[in-house]
């Protein structure tokens, strides 16, 4: 057996087991971008499937664990002058956890979620039966695991495509004065084919920016390369708002960069860059239920109905910028985000991600209202959210937006209604949490600003999963230089 067979082997005995005492599980991943509420169950390990298996550059095709995060994957795959097609901007989201979830990117428009970059999958089912799955093979489960966020069994190997790197993205940012203006020209970037990436951010609705990035290897004579993770860099976002409002400005950034902003500025990112990035700081969410105070949200929409749905934001929420991502059509059944274009033949139709990123009432009673609000609103502008995140549905709620005869259908065939369902997992047991919180006031003290904080600095230590090179010293010295 080769390594990763004798885990598989291991992980299938144990769930084996667990199947013939028909008792549910959660799977244990060693590290996670949800911010879905933890529950109990007893727990599977798979923390050790994360090894790129292979990499073949002549079929440009990776063979990859799940828990490889995406930036471990790019590193290893530029050094075959290959990239995946769809890259999670987050580096600390696995290739497992893109598959499971609904994972887009600014190259969406054009490879659609990164679930469709991958040809096929290795699973253990709720049974331990070892199984693969592709179009060709168990097509059913392969569409239907995608998305379903592990709850059909555990993914242990996917094999995705690659395409040919370039040093460079040339990144375009074209500035817009109107919401209407901003999301019209969006559309129309998405429909030329010669863009590699497009998205957008909305710093206000008289504010939007356009970019429009193309893979190339030429960088123009006395152009300087842009980054975004040197210490001296500034954040990508606020760098984008400084753009001139009145004309079109270019970056060439490199290509890993490109794949990689990390929203720091230099003092941020001298003294606290070990507790900053992205895995790190999904763990201090986790730890100190801060996700409780913030919305924190992806939430797509069919373009038609997109800026009623910002206006209603403005109005109620207040939250910018707002990120804009926009994403090809996908075939229901599915728990991706789709919708479907009632007045052409039911086709289904492209759809605008919103990233819905902010500050939320810190009262829990307001702050359920304002995400069921939210869900209302979205549902009755044809959207869906991507469901990392928390959610309020009722049960009938949310199978009113999915299609519960074909997941159940599926759970059946493939032995898998021993595992929580889709619905179990991301709904939110509001009374259950404030329970909790109310019954120790150790446990509120630590959901209240700012204390919250410091549980979550906290959590982020305990993980260990920072950079011990520097020390306070260290960090004082170069603060000091920077003055």
């Known amino acids: 057996m080769s390594p990763h067979e004798e885990v598989v082997s291991k992980i299938s005995t144990r769930v084996a087991a667990l199947f013939r005492r028909k008792q549910a599980f959660r799977i244990f991943h060693g590290s996670t971008n949800s911010t879905r509420p933890v529950h109990q169950e007893p727990v599977v390990d798979i923390s050790a499937f994360s090894n790129i298996l292979e990499i073949d550059k002549e079929s440009r095709v990776a063979i990859v664990e799940p828990n490889v995060p995406m930036d471990q994957l790019v590193r290893a795959t530029l050094g075959h002058g290959l990239i995946p097609p769809v890259v999670m901007e987050f580096p600390g989201i696995t290739v497992g956890g893109g598959f499971a979830g609904s994972a887009g990117e600014s190259s969406s428009f054009k490879h659609g979620y990164f679930d469709e970059t991958i040809t096929e999958i290795e699973m253990v089912l709720a049974s331990g039966e070892v199984v693969t799955a592709s179009e060709a093979e168990n097509a059913d489960l392969f569409k239907g695991a995608a998305g379903s966020i592990g709850t059909l069994g555990i993914v242990t ?115 606290l860059d070990d507790f900053l990035h992205t895995r790190v700081m999904y763990r201090a969410l986790h730890g100190s239920n801060m996700s409780f105070l913030h919305v924190i949200q992806d939430l797509s929409l069919p373009y038609a109905t997109v800026e009623e749905f910002v206006d209603y934001t403005s109005q109620n929420l207040n939250i910018w910028p707002l990120w804009l991502c926009p994403l090809r059509a996908v075939n229901p059944p599915t728990f991706h985000p789709y919708s479907m274009d009632k007045e052409n033949h039911h086709l289904p139709q492209p759809m605008l991600n919103i990233g819905l990123w902010g500050a939320a009432s810190r009262d829990i009673d307001s702050f359920v209202r304002q995400n069921r609000e939210l869900e209302v609103r979205l549902a009755e502008l044809g959207g869906h959210k991507v469901l990392y995140s928390h959610t309020y549905y009722t049960k009938d709620e949310f199978w009113q937006l999915y299609d519960k005869q074909w997941y159940e259908a599926l759970r059946e065939k493939y032995t898998a209604t021993s595992l929580p369902t889709v619905y179990d997992k991301v709904n939110v047991d509001v009374m259950q949490w404030k329970q909790l919180q109310s019954s120790n006031w150790m446990k509120m003290l630590g959901t209240s600003w700012p204390f919250a904080g410091f549980v979550g600095f906290w959590y982020a230590l305990k993980s260990g999963d920072y950079r011990l090179h520097r020390d306070l010293d260290w960090m004082k010295w170069r603060l000091n230089k920077e003055d």
């Open 157 to 271: 190997k996917l094999r995705l495509k690659l395409m040919p790197a370039k040093r460079f993205v040339k990144l375009a940012y074209h500035p817009f004065g109107s919401l209407h203006e901003t999301i019209g020209i969006l559309r129309k970037a998405t429909e030329d084919f010669t863009n590699d990436y497009v998205d957008g951010i909305l710093f206000s609705k008289t504010h939007g920016v356009l970019m429009t990035g193309q893979l190339t290897d030429e960088l123009p004579p006395g152009k300087v390369p842009q980054s975004f993770s040197a210490a001296k860099d500034p954040w990508f976002y606020l760098h984008v708002k400084k753009m001139p409002i009145d004309r079109v400005s270019v970056d060439y950034i490199p290509v890993a960069e490109y794949f990689g902003f990390l929203p720091f500025n230099r003092v941020t990112r001298w003294l």
